[in-house]
């Protein structure tokens, strides 16, 4: 079985720090794997114990995205394809036809796996994307993926109900957290990882941009907080007190 899993290496929200006017400060923002797409490469991984065959990872974005592509690559993917494209400059559209063209010409692939969405913008509009321009079935929030022969079995997990479909392979799917537990890579398998083959492709000059439309980011800001900063001090019994007195003058407590 052949399996392409799209990672993203996206900015590390945990790190990100806000200006004073609440924009995030991108510049030399540290970046990760996203969130989610270690659960994709798992069940990459899952797949291929299951009905062997090969998992390849594809990351489209700048030059450090191969620092993701190299985690998937230590947590068992057999080689990467890195495709050089500005992230800043790429929309979800743009996204899915690069990771496409990149997909198709090392295919042809069985399944094709994203997480549901990314952890940094979230649109969660490439999966649909991609499965539409590979010309393939799509199964979106897959939270159990069985694969007999040439048809899948999926479970959807929708807000407040699970749905079964089937599906003929070859399929794209996105999947949700609760598919797997993402595996830690040793030390061995780190360093392994950088014996491993990656290609690197251009974007521009596999999926040339033409004439279509681009959605463009006017604004991003950090939703405005009224959070107080109250340090309250003194031994256990008067900090109780006064934390009881400020959640009183709060009119948190009455
Ligand atoms: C601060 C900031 C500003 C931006 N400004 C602009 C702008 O002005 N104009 C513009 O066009 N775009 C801009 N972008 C980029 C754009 O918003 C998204 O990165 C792009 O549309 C893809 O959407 P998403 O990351 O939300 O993907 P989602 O659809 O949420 O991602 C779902 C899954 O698709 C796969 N995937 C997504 N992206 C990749 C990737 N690069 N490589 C491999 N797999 C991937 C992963 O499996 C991922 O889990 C900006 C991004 C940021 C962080």
Known sequence: ??????????????ELRLDPGGRPVLAGAAGKMSTFDKNAVEEGLRLKSAHQGEVVVFVVGAAESKKTL????????????IVAADPMAIDALRTARILA?????????????????????YTGQVPPMLGELLGVAYVGYARKIEVTGQSARVERSLEDSVEVIEAPVPFAASVVSEINEPRYPTLIQIMQASKKPIEELDGEEIAPWGSSGRVEVVSMLSQPSTRKHVMIEGSPDEAAAKLVEALSKEGVLK
């Open 1 to 14: 079985m052949k399996i392409a899993v799209c990672v993203k290496h996206a900015v590390d929200e945990t």
């Open 101 to 121: 063209a990149a997909i198709k010409r090392s295919g042809p692939y069985d399944v094709v796996l994203c997480s549901e969405g990314a952890s940094d913008t």
């Open 70 to 81: 190299k985690e998937a690559l230590a947590m068992g993917a057999d080689r990467g394809v």
